[in-house]
């Protein structure tokens, strides 16, 4: 998850494969989920773009300071 958030951190649009890219050897980047039906890779990113989005959406107002 870490490497997508730094490649997203400069607030540009970004492609999967960009996002693929990051230090991920070959082997690494082929290797795909036990239902053979999704690289692992892939499906990595797409959990961290929903985290991402869903983390934004929250309303963390509760970290404030107490009175």
Same mark, same amino acid.
């Given at each position: 998850?870490?490497?997508v958030?730094?490649l997203t951190?400069d607030g540009?649009?970004?492609t999967?494969g960009?996002?693929? %890219?990051?230090?991920? +050897?070959?082997?690494?980047?082929? %290797?795909?989920?036990?239902?053979?039906?999704q690289?692992?890779?892939?499906n990595?990113?797409?959990? +961290?773009e929903?985290? +991402?989005? +869903?983390?934004?959406?929250?309303?963390?107002?509760?970290?404030?300071?107490?009175?």
């Amino acid at each position: 998850m870490l490497p997508v958030l730094r490649l997203t951190q400069d607030g540009k649009d970004h492609t999967l494969g960009e996002a693929v %890219e990051f230090k991920a +050897t070959e082997e690494e980047r082929d %290797e795909l989920l036990p239902s053979g039906r999704q690289r692992r890779i892939h499906n990595r990113v797409g959990v +961290t773009e929903v985290a +991402t989005y +869903t983390v934004k959406r929250l309303d963390l107002d509760y970290f404030g300071d107490e009175e």
